[in-house]
T-cell receptor, first 111, second 117 residues
Framework: GQQLNQSPQSMFIQEGEDVSMNCTSS?????WLWYKQEPGEGPVLLIA?????ELTSNGRLTAQFGITRKDSFLNISASIPSDVGIYFC???????????FGKGTKLSVKP | EPEVTQTPSHQVTQMGQEVILRCVPI?????FYWYRQILGQKVEFLVS????????KSEIFDDQFSVERPDGSNFTLKIRSTKLEDSAMYFC???????????????FGNGTRLTVT
């Protein structure tokens, strides 16, 4: 089945540093999403990507959808303590709402 | 901002018992979903629901699972006879259209933690 390989698994960074994480797949996805999950909460949508090659920003977050529709990266600039959480990439192949999630990147930010 | 609400936040049940997890999707949304997340693992799709019927279900969603929209606001997930391996966070989500199309992403609730003992 379709799988998303997300890396790194975890990151420990200093406040103010930039962060980069990525997701790859052997399958093509129509839509690529980045979610953040904090303890005890559900995933919250950060950025949605719909077109191959699309580069989208949301505040300090920037994400790009690969040209082949098989990969994406998420960058966070000038990290702050509230960026702590687990970041998931998710892809939608063709089915309604059937998102395939990556295993997540756990981000820790040291003040 | 409208949100998806789920109750209870934590449910403890004995193996073999039936449980019903409840969700109130965002009011104008038409598509509803259940996902689950076993502790420390990724979020997995269970089922999508539209127009009072299941649109798609995963292999996880076997005969022990059922979904229902009993009225105009609630969306429920029933597990008929719980097993130990059903212990997980269950997330409800909704979208305006058959998401996640442009401007119609999936919005997730905060989940129900189900513990089967």
């Amino acid at each position: 089945g379709q799988q998303l390989n997300q890396s790194p698994q975890s990151m420990f960074i200093q406040e103010g540093e930039d962060v980069s994480m990525n997701c790859t797949s052997s399958s093509i996805f129509n839509t690529w999403l980045w979610y953040k999950q904090e303890p005890g909460e559900g995933p919250v949508l950060l950025i949605a990507l719909y077109k191959a090659g699309e580069l989208t920003s949301n505040g300090r977050l920037t994400a790009q959808f690969g040209i082949t529709r098989k990969d994406s990266f998420l960058n966070i600039s000038a990290s702050i303590p509230s960026d702590v959480g687990i970041y998931f990439c998710a892809g939608q192949g063709g089915s309604q709402g059937n998102l395939i999630f990556g295993k997540g990147t756990k981000l820790s930010v040291k003040p | 901002e409208p949100e998806v609400t789920q109750t209870p936040s934590h449910q403890v049940t004995q193996m073999g018992q039936e449980v019903i997890l409840r969700c109130v999707p965002i009011s104008n949304h038409l598509y509803f979903y259940w996902y689950r997340q076993i502790l420390g693992q990724k979020v997995e799709f269970l089922v999508s629901f539209y127009n009072n019927e299941i649109s798609e279900k995963s292999e996880i969603f076997d005969d022990q699972f059922s979904v229902e929209r009993p009225d105009g606001s609630n969306f429920t997930l029933k597990i008929r006879s719980t097993k130990l391996e059903d212990s997980a966070m269950y997330f409800c989500a909704s979208s305006l259209t058959g998401g996640p199309s442009y401007n119609s992403p999936l919005h997730f609730g905060n989940g129900t933690r189900l513990t089967v003992t």
